[in-house]
């Protein structure tokens, strides 16, 4: 992954404006499928297939209103045609020229909670945005030099093989 790639798949992923969603097990208000099916009505075979896959493992839809923030997904069309979910978490690669300290630093005057470090490269990070989305965290974090790359880590459905 390099930062135009992940600029490049950022630019085309759409947010569902109107529609939220809360994991299995969130206090949420009664969900709202017809309110759903109504936002995504022309959406792909693909996308109504990952909402109903969504709805069945415990998902909650409804208008933003419903879900409080601190545990709502938006909801987004990926480029690929499908149904996602982006909620706070999201991978930043950091230049890894810069020190552990400097890199804490920078995470925490930029508002992100590093959850762990990813042990596969040098200051890899799973961190959490606060007061916005992954999706939105991402955009923003490519912006920066000291940035290699940064995407929201999107929850999406898994189909049954036939």
């Known amino acids: 992954m390099d930062k135009s790639s992940a600029l ?3 630019t085309g992923i759409k947010k569902v404006e109107r529609l939220r969603a809360l994991p299995p097990g969130a206090d949420a208000a009664p969900s709202a499928p017809d309110i759903a099916q109504r936002e995504l009505g022309t959406a792909s075979q693909e996308a109504q297939a ?3 896959t969504l709805q069945a ?3 909650t839809f409804g ?3 419903s879900a409080p923030d601190d545990r709502a997904f938006e909801v987004v069309m990926d480029t690929d045609g499908h149904l996602k979910l982006a909620g706070r978490a ?3 690669k950091i230049n890894p020229d810069l020190s552990a300290e ?3 630093e920078l995470l925490a005057e930029l508002g992100f909670k590093v959850r762990r470090e990813l042990g596969f490269a040098p200051n890899t990070f ?3 945005a606060e007061g916005q989305s992954g999706l939105e965290a991402a955009k923003s974090l490519n912006e920066r030099p000291e940035v290699l790359y ?3 880590n999107l929850v999406e459905a898994m189909q049954t093989r036939r």
């Open 63 to 65: 208008p933003p209103e």
């Open 90 to 92: 999201l991978t930043v």
């Open 150 to 152: 940064a995407e929201p």
């Open 126 to 128: 799973l961190i959490e």
């Open 102 to 104: 400097r890199v804490a």
């Open 57 to 59: 493992a415990g998902w």
């Open 50 to 52: 990952d909402l109903q």
């Open 8 to 10: 490049q798949r950022l």
